[in-house]
C-alpha cells in the first residue's frame, strides 16, 4: 500500500530550517545563511552558543578556543563526553555542527585569545560571540571588535550560581552584581569604553567558594547564558526588531 505523505511533511523532510524559517522568515534565513560569526571560547557556555548558531542555520562559523575536553567538562559542556576526553573541543565541536548543518562552513581556530591576537583571530566575521573567562583576552576580544565594528555578545559570570532565571541581557554600563562585570567595567574604562557593550549577565549574588581553587558550575546557568548569547546574535543578524 503506498503511503501519502502530506506537502508539508515534504517540505520538512527536504528543508532542515522550515520551522526556524515559519517564525524568523526568508529574509532573516537568507542573512544568516550569508553570515560569518566568529565564537571564542567552548566551555559551559560557549558550546550552547556554537549548537544554537549552528541550529539557526548561519553559514559561516569560526570556532576558537585552545583547550581539550576534561572529566570535569562532562558535567556542563555539551562537547564533553566519556568518548571525547583528551580532544580538542574544537575538533569536537565542529564535528557535532557539522551532523548539524552540513552545509555550513566550520573554520576550527586551537588559539588561546590574549591580546596580542584578539583581533587577528576575528577578522572578517561579522559578529563575536565571546565566552571566554580569560580577563585580558576578553577586554581585547571587547576592544578589537569596537575598532573592527563588529558587534558582540560578551558572556559575564556564570560560575556559582544556581538561577538562570536571573540571567539578563543588557549594556555593560547598566551591570550591576556580577564581580567579573565590575572588572570589566573597570579594565574597558582605560580603553575609553564605557557603553555600547552587549553583554549576559546574573542578577544572583554568586556562592561563596568556601573550599578555595576552581569555581562551582552546573549545566543550566551557563548552558541558559550561552543560548541567551545566540538568540541576541541571531535577532541581529536577521534583522528581527525586539
Known amino acids: 500500500m503506498n503511503c ?3 506537502s ?3 517540505q520538512e523532510a ?7 524559517r515559519l517564525l ?4 532573516a534565513l537568507r542573512r544568516l545563511q550569508d553570515a560569518r560569526v566568529c565564537i571564542c571560547g567552548l566551555g559551559g557556555v560557549g558550546s550552547y552558543v556554537a549548537e544554537a548558531v549552528a541550529r539557526s542555520g548561519v553559514g559561516y562559523i569560526r570556532l576558537v578556543d585552545f583547550d581539550t575536553v576534561a ?3 562532562l558535567n556542563r ?14 575538533v569536537v565541536v565542529a564535528e557535532r555542527l557539522a551532523q548539524i548543518n552540513p552545509e555550513a562552513k566550520i573554520e576550527r ?3 588561546f585569545i590574549q591580546p596580542e591576537n584578539a583581533a587577528a583571530l576575528i577578522a572578517g566575521c561579522d559578529y563575536v560571540l565571546d565566552a571566554i573567562d580569560f580577563l585580558p583576552g576578553k577586554i581585547a576580544l571587547i576592544v578589537e571588535s569596537a575598532k573592527l565594528a563588529i558587534p558582540l555578545v560578551s558572556a559575564m559570570g556564570a560560575a556559582n550560581r544556581l538561577h538562570p532565571e536571573r540571567l539578563r541581557l543588557a549594556d555593560i554600563c547598566a551591570t550591576h552584581t556580577c564581580p567579573l562585570a565590575r572588572i570589566v567595567r573597570r579594565e574597558l574604562k582605560k580603553h575609553g569604553i564605557e557603553k555600547g557593550v552587549q553583554v549576559i549577565f546574573s542578577e544572583e549574588m554568586p556562592q561563596k567558594n568556601t573550599a578555595g581553587g576552581p569555581l562551582g558550575s552546573v549545566s543550566f546557568v551557563p548552558g541558559v547564558m550561552g543560548l541567551m548569547m545566540a538568540s541576541k546574535a ?4 536577521g534583522g528581527i526588531e525586539d
Request: net charge negative.
Open 14 to 20: 527536504m528543508d532542515p530550517f522550515c520551522r526556524s
Open 4 to 6: 501519502h505523505i502530506p
Open 8 to 10: 508539508a511533511d515534504r
Open 234 to 237: 541571531i535577532r541581529d543578524i
Open 109 to 111: 581556530l586551537e588559539a
Open 71 to 73: 572529566a570535569s567538562n
Open 77 to 90: 559542556q555539551l562537547c564533553a563526553l566519556t568518548t571525547t576526553i583528551g580532544q580538542f573541543k574544537t
Open 24 to 27: 524568523l522568515g526568508d529574509a
